[in-house]
């Protein structure tokens, strides 16, 4: 049974079946009036994911997706004879599934194709954000230490908003001594400071400030500032640049192509009955806990 099972698995990947006639006799399979050629069948293999193509390897293999088709092609004419193509939820999913690979062959043509990041653009960006490539190895740090969570929003609201850190700290924070100095604390290596604030600090970037971090002598608020360390080689992040370098420059055309065919096309939202549709109610995340803001960049002081 689990064998059957891993087979209609693997049958599930196959995407289409081209079918040819081909010369009487030239052919690998036939079901009926519908026959498949080497090509045909050469053409299914290669668009099956990696994994099933390891199940498939070898001659007997072969044989075993040959047979896979066979029940594929059976069960299509069987659905067929019965009628299924008319059922109306199958017309639906035909439709959607003609739409969105219509709009992918749409966004092929006028974005992905328009939109290549080259190495020497990935360079470019690299020798101009080296900050953002330096290994965070020592920090220089500041923090506001709030007594409670009411105390704690009020502060990173009025820092978020891009009141300044320093002034914040001296007038909220509840550590007397790095008040005084505007919050700063000094500057620390890894392994110097305990680990829930590592882990909290050595992944900002210069200047960002973090959510509040609960720790057992309060709530804490932090800021880093002149971030040390070694800066990776263009080479260990190039791959990664241009990722990011093609996924930045696919959003701006693709924000561009839309804003253009709203010029075409009339848009009209019923705002009345809009409101009429229930809400998808949002998914908590493990632990029951709401997913942490990313922090927020600050200008340096």
């Known amino acids: 049974m689990r064998k059957i099972l891993l087979l209609f698995a693997a049958l599930i990947f196959i995407v289409s079946c081209s079918k040819g006639a081909g010369p009487k006799g030239n052919y690998v399979l036939k079901v009926d009036g519908t026959t498949l050629s080497k090509e045909d069948v050469q053409s299914e293999m290669n668009s099956l994911p990696d994994m099933a193509k390891q199940f498939f390897a070898g001659p007997e293999g072969t044989s075993r997706f040959v047979d896979e088709l066979s029940k594929k092609e059976m069960l299509y004419l069987e659905a067929k004879k019965r009628g299924l193509e008319n059922n109306k939820d199958f017309q639906k999913r035909v439709e959607d599934f003609k739409k969105i690979n219509l709009i992918n062959q749409l966004l092929e043509k006028e974005i992905e194709a328009t939109t290549k990041v080259t190495e020497k653009d990935a360079q470019e960006y690299y020798d101009s954000h080296k900050a953002e490539f330096t290994m965070r190895n020592e920090v220089r740090l500041g923090q506001i230490l709030l007594k409670n969570e009411d105390d704690a929003k009020k502060a990173y609201e009025r820092v978020r908003k891009g009141e300044d850190f320093a002034k914040v700290a001296t007038a909220m924070s509840i550590d007397k001594k790095s008040a005084k100095a505007g919050g700063f604390m000094g500057s620390f290596k890894k392994g110097e400071l305990a680990p829930e604030i590592e882990e909290a600090i050595f992944r900002l970037k210069d ?10 002598d309060g709530i804490h608020i932090f800021r880093v500032v002149d971030i040390k360390g070694p800066v990776v080689k263009f080479e260990d992040v190039k791959d990664m640049v241009m990722h990011r370098l093609t996924g930045e420059k696919q959003k701006g ?39 942490i803001p990313s922090p927020h960049p600050l200008p340096k002081h």
């Open 253 to 291: 055309a693709f924000d561009k192509f839309i804003e253009n065919l709203k010029k075409t096309y009339k848009v009209d939202i019923n705002k009345a009955e809009l409101a009429k549709v229930p809400a998808m109610q949002p998914q908590v995340q493990g632990g029951g806990q709401m997913p």
């Open 207 to 216: 200047g960002e400030v973090s959510t509040p971090v609960k720790l057992k």
